[in-house]
Nanobody, 120 residues
Framework: QVQLVESGGGLVQAGGSLRLSCAAS????????MGWYRQAPGKQRELVAV???????NYADSVKGRFIISRDNAKNTVYLQMNSLKPEDTAVYYCSARLLAVAGYILDYWGKGTLVTVSS
């Protein structure tokens, strides 16, 4: 069974930084992509950043220049370094992974989410 476990959320003042981590564990053959989404109260879930294997990284316009996504393939882990945080970044952040199953098909997985609160 595959699990995505996030960590690193919390409360930070505007202008501060946080680093989120997400580790994938379980049985799978490979990782096609890992990324981060977020959902603010009363809003739909939106893409923050995604890092495909062997493809270009994609960022939401609202976080370009402030957030950096990275991966440690040896640890099946994706990180999100969030700098210059703004109150509008407040949301539950979800890790996502598109994995190649042992049987050869592709499945999408989600973490349970970690809350990031930015105070003004």
């Amino acid at each position: 069974q595959v699990q995505l476990v996030e960590s690193g959320g919390g409360l930070v003042q505007a202008g501060g930084s946080l680093r989120l981590s997400c580790a994938a564990s379980g049985r799978f053959s490979g990782i096609n992509a890992m990324g981060w989404y977020r959902q603010a109260p009363g809003k739909q879930r939106e893409l923050v950043a995604v890092m495909p294997s062997g493809g270009p990284t994609n960022y939401a316009d609202s976080v370009k220049g402030r957030f950096i996504i990275s991966r440690d393939n040896a640890k099946n882990t994706v990180y999100l370094q969030m700098n210059s945080l703004k109150p509008e970044d407040t949301a539950v952040y979800y890790c996502s992974a598109r994995l190649l199953a042992v049987a050869g098909y592709i499945l999408d997985y989600w973490g349970k989410g970690t809350l990031v609160t930015v105070s003004s």
